[in-house]
């Protein structure tokens, strides 16, 4: 996913999934947050999403252990594949991502944010359901 993966309208969070918990360190949760203000403008959409997350987040200490955080290597399934992804979620560092690189500000990489282990996130994206499931993280 790159950050034109993300639609223009916002995706439909579907009313009967509950949303995932997610635990976000502070270090992370600050950063993300002034990263959504700084796109707000050209990304409103990404900027909305990722503001939404933060505000729905736990908070812990950076040292302590939380869901995803940035800079991680995490395992995930994106709907149905019949494969596992790996990769590192990363804030943006030029236009094109290097080769594993999940940015946080891609549809993929702001879903992933916080969350633990064996927990999901659903959304329609032009009538399609996805599904993301994270299998591991932290490494």
Known sequence: MTIDDFPSEPAAVLPSAPLPDILINSDDYNRVLLLAERVSAHMPYVSAYLE????????????????VSMGQRVRFALDDEPFQRLGRLT????????????????????????????????????GRLRTLTVLDYGW
């Not at 939404?52 to 869901?67: F, K, M």
């Not at 080769?99 to 992933?112: M, Q």
């Open 52 to 67: 939404r997350e933060l505000s729905r987040a736990e908070l812990c200490q950076p040292w302590d252990p939380a869901g």
């Open 91 to 126: 804030y943006p560092r030029n236009v094109v991502p290097r080769k594993g690189d999940v940015p946080i500000l891609g549809a993929v990489g702001a879903a992933l944010i916080g969350m633990h282990r064996n927990s999901s996130i659903e959304w329609l994206d032009d």
